[in-house]
């Protein structure tokens, strides 16, 4: 056997990537994976651009490969439609082969129509329980192909990629690729050396990382780019500061790329897919950039079942899993045509700043809109920095109202108000605990107006494990609450007060207020507040030097 030094090869090298099925599941999903060959033990390398082998002794040292393929038959095959690593997709250079093979036919007058299957690559269950996986080329049968062939080579010119595929092609047959003593790659029409096994490959996966993160649009041209949840059942793309719009915080758990949690503002996309037996929600890597093995897009699709798909019981699932106002529900219901037995459905950033679907037929026409970005939120590149609504005592305020658990980084304190007086001054606690619990109105002091001085971390601990600490905020997720009467909303003003706020149509979102109707005068302050001139800072602690700023004296508001 030959070995293969040039691009055409490499292409073909790594198309073995794209096999791992077993005896009992079908093709692996669309993923990142490196391969082992399953007779010599080692993995597949690239070793450049245009050359790849299976030499690589140790999984750290294997090259990770993007496999991507299209809808699988009846046998359970598929053909390979994106296997790329550092270089750029090998199948685009597989494609411009065919190209150039193309164009030396029709000048010699001969026919081409064989080409489109000859340079196709199919992934094919082995059928073995190890998972293992073929990649096979089918050589339909050719009139004259001796002469068709000779007249491909020498037009060739002794370049050695296409030289041994072509010379090695017997048409009429399915060949295989298999691994060379040398650890090259090459050709067998046989199924095997006589232990079977050196054409089998295995995939193994790299999964995807969970976590706390912002969910973005790749289009560079997205006035809009952000995802979040802003209405009670509605997910929209919409305008979102990413250091400040807690509104656009995901949970995401994923299992490979199967997404088992995508949540935001107690939202999760995820039970679309749970509801519908057979599917899954997936968030699959593309290549962006050419020159670098770089996925930092992704598509996310929902893969329906092979079977029994119905587009009236997956509208129902999805308005049962998102509500009828989702734009999602809206979109699939305008799309029932994309719903059908083993069908992709894509979901992409429309014109309208909103979401709608594609499926396979025209989600690459979506190009960018058709892919997101993750964003994990992190101390060093993404963080939370929630923006100061008030100043008072050279200090600054707001408050906060989140679906997520989360601790204080930098110059933070998280206070839960006890009281409000009738003056409007609150009577704060400070919370004293590592983490934030998830549904906990607060009000935060902040030392300075810098973003990076005051952020918070979302954490994967402490969600609901502990109570709740005492207080009289309440709080909501979204623009648009109407379940409270807004006359008796106090929130945070000017000079840290609390007041109804009468030129407020609606309580912002992820804020907290008091309520109005709550008897919250401020009686005592200690044991001794009133009557007696002590002065307490607006936490209730006596202070026996003041400087200027707002105090408790005799059970009122003052300034000094």
Known sequence: MKKITTTLLVLAVLMVTAFSASAVTPLPDQGVYRIQNVYSGTWVKLQHNYLADITAPTYEEASPLLVWYGERDENGESLLTNLSGDGGDMIETLEFIKGLIEETLEYNNKPTWFLEEMFQLHLVPTGDADGSVFLCVDVPPIDDWEEIRDIILE???GQTAV???ISHMHPGNRHYMGIDYDGSFGYRLEAGTPEGTDIKFLMVREDLQGGYCFVKTASATAENPYLRRVHEKTSTVDLAQAHNDVSAVFDLAVDGIKVNRLAVQGLDLAPL???????????????TTAEKFVYDAYALKLQLPDEGVNALNVVSAATQALGEDSEIVAALESHSDLIKDR???YFVHSDNGGITIAGDANYA????DAKWKLEFIDTQDNYLA????VEANGKYYTTLYTAFPYELVGSLTAYSVLKVGEDGVPQMEELEMDVIPAGTPVLLEMETNNDENHMIMPVA???MDREAPKSMLKGTYFDDDTENDKTNMLTLQGGLN?????NADYMPANKAWADKTIPTAITTVGNDAQGDNTIYDLMGRKVTNPTHGIYIQNGKKVVL
Do not use: H, M, R, W
């Open 498 to 502: 609390f007041a109804v706020n009468n």
């Open 461 to 463: 601990e402490g969600k």
């Open 365 to 368: 026409d979506y190009g960018d």
């Open 163 to 165: 030289t041994y595929y």
């Open 343 to 345: 069908a992709a459905i």
């Open 273 to 287: 897919a749970q509801a519908i037996e057979g599917s899954y929600l997936a968030l699959c890597p593309t290549n």
């Open 386 to 389: 929630p923006a100061a609504e």
């Open 155 to 157: 037009a060739a010119g």
